[in-house]
């Protein structure tokens, strides 16, 4: 069964950090790029950052550049993505996506940065 599922979300203070992870199972994971998108209350879903599957090549959404680290663990089968900095605006549901799993999304993991 081809499954992403999302973990590691939770309550920070403004500057602070947390890293998200993506344990996927079903499929060839390092045959694939893997994106984070999030969707905030009243928001329409972005996309945050990606990787792509052979070389690991990344991307970000200008919001988050310089914050945000994707990276991916292939021995693992897991796709993380590291938040330093956080923002009050940066809160969310973050959800993780591929290819294989296609047009479904999981439940996310939610993310509150707030004082």
């Known amino acids: 069964q081809v499954q992403l599922v999302e973990s590691g979300g939770g309550l920070v203070q403004p500057g602070g950090s947390l890293r998200l992870s993506c344990a996927a199972s079903?499929?060839?994971?390092?045959?694939?790029?893997f994106s984070w998108y999030r969707q905030a209350p009243g928001k329409e879903r972005e996309l945050v950052a990606s990787?792509?599957?052979?070389?690991?090549?990344?991307s970000y959404a200008d919001s988050v550049e310089g914050r945000f680290t994707i990276s991916r663990d292939n021995a693992k089968n897991t796709v993380y993505l590291q938040m330093d900095s956080l923002k009050p605006e940066d809160t969310a549901v973050y959800y993780c996506?591929?290819?294989?799993?296609?047009?479904?999304w999981g439940q996310g993991t939610s993310v509150t940065v707030s004082s």
């Open positions: 996506k591929s290819p294989p799993v296609g047009v479904s």
């Open positions: 079903g499929f060839a994971f390092s045959s694939y790029g």
């Open positions: 990787i792509t599957g052979a070389r690991g090549r990344t």
